[in-house]
């Protein structure tokens, strides 16, 4: 199976920065798609960004200007690169990944998530 990997969590401070990093193992054919999901205590999960396999990314609306989305193929590794953070962005952030593990076998998995918390 495939499994994500997920580092870089902590706590900074106001304004500061922190770029979060998620490894993807197993048998991967095909990765169609990387990204980040976050979910804060009495909020509904949400995209946070995410890129397809040609290079498209999506951001959310709250994120975008701040937060850089990027992968390097060769690992089978997303990384999200996070500035300017404010105390809303804390949050357990989640590395999803989705592509197929054959020609016709698909997979999605998601991490284990980790805590980002911004003081301020």
């Known amino acids: 199976q495939v499994q994500l990997v997920e580092s870089g969590g902590g706590l900074v401070q106001f304004g500061g920065s922190l770029r979060l990093s998620c490894a993807a193992s197993?048998?991967?054919?095909?990765?169609?798609?990387m990204g980040w999901y976050r979910q804060a205590p009495g909020k509904e999960r949400e995209l946070v960004a995410a890129?397809?396999?040609?290079?498209?990314?999506n951001y959310a609306d709250s994120v975008k200007g701040r937060f850089t989305i990027s992968t390097d193929n060769a690992k089978n590794t997303v990384y999200l690169q996070m500035n300017s953070l404010k105390p809303e962005d804390t949050a357990v952030y989640c590395c999803?990944?989705?592509?197929?593990?054959?020609?016709?076998?698909?997979?999605?998995?998601w991490g284990q998530g980790t805590q980002v918390t911004v003081s301020s």
């Open positions: 197993g048998s991967i054919f095909r990765m169609n798609t």
């Open positions: 890129m397809s396999r040609g290079g498209v990314t």
């Open positions: 999803n990944a989705a592509g197929l593990t054959g020609a016709y076998r698909s997979f999605e998995s």
